[in-house]
């Protein structure tokens, strides 16, 4: 091999390595082109910002979540497929592993800064298509706090977000859980990337003995106590 054409293979090698942590193929259809959402997320949003937040929300939840820098550490998944499509009942629904469907009555419905909430909703889908659910074992409240501590910790809380300290159990679920996981997050640096990878198999609510050394009915009571309530 010539000189030239070797440092130019090296150069290759070195940057697909290093660019393995972006080798996803994201898909983004509109289903919906014609409906009023579909045309103001065409207007407002559009297909090549919605893979380019895909991106940079993947590389979040890697790095910064999850922990997670080696593909073996990592839920294997070479793509995600989001549909804009005219559904009601939810603002969005992941399926299937590495799909989320994304309802356009929402979207048209969407007050404000369109582009910020969809991002919002975007760190909350796409942790589940990351995140170990201890092979359906754990709950789906702490499954749910999960993809809404991935918004929270990005500073993509929406207004209404629960305030530190707020609601009545661990396992209540969404951005209940998302403040609960950041407290112990606080206290233990990395604790929801821990969590999340002792529930890569299975699920058991010592983890949270495991990783904080207390069970986690006396953690949530310090937690309230801690903000008086
Ligand atoms: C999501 O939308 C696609 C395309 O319309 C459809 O085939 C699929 O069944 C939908 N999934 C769910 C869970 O509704
Ligand atoms: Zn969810």
């Known amino acids: 091999m010539a000189p ?4 130019i293979f090296t150069l290759l ?5 290093f660019s393995q ?3 996803m193929n994201y898909n983004v259809i509109n289903l919906a082109a014609n409906k009023p959402g579909g045309i103001r997320f065409t207007k407002e ?3 090549p910002y919605t893979k380019q937040i895909m991106g940079t929300i993947n590389d979040f939840i890697w790095s910064t979540v999850f922990q997670q820098n080696t593909p073996s550490d990592q839920k294997l998944v070479d793509s995600a497929n989001v549909y804009i499509v005219e559904f009601d009942g939810a603002e969005a629904i992941e399926w299937g ?3 989320i469907n994304v309802s356009s009555i929402y979207l048209n419905g969407y007050q404000g800064d369109q582009k910020w909430q969809f991002t919002s909703l975007f760190y909350h889908e796409m942790t ?3 995140q170990w659910d201890g092979e359906g074992h754990a ?3 702490l499954v749910e706090g999960i ?3 991935t918004k929270l910790r990005a500073g993509y809380a929406q207004q209404g977000f629960a305030k530190p300290g707020q609601g009545d159990r661990w396992d209540q679920g969404y951005d209940f859980t998302a403040r609960f996981l950041e407290y112990c997050d606080r206290i233990n640096s990395g604790f929801v990337a821990k969590l999340n990878k002792k529930m890569r198999f299975d699920f058991d609510v010592k983890y949270f003995k495991d990783l904080m050394g207390k069970p986690v009915d006396q953690l949530w009571k310090e937690y309230k106590a801690k903000y008086g309530q």
């Open 4 to 7: 030239k054409s070797f440092i």
């Open 21 to 23: 942590i972006s080798a």
């Open 147 to 149: 993809a809404d501590y």
């Open 45 to 47: 949003i559009g297909i």
């Open 97 to 99: 592993n590495n799909n």
């Open 139 to 141: 709950p789906l409240s």
């Open 128 to 130: 589940h298509i990351f």
């Open 13 to 17: 090698t070195f940057s697909l390595s």
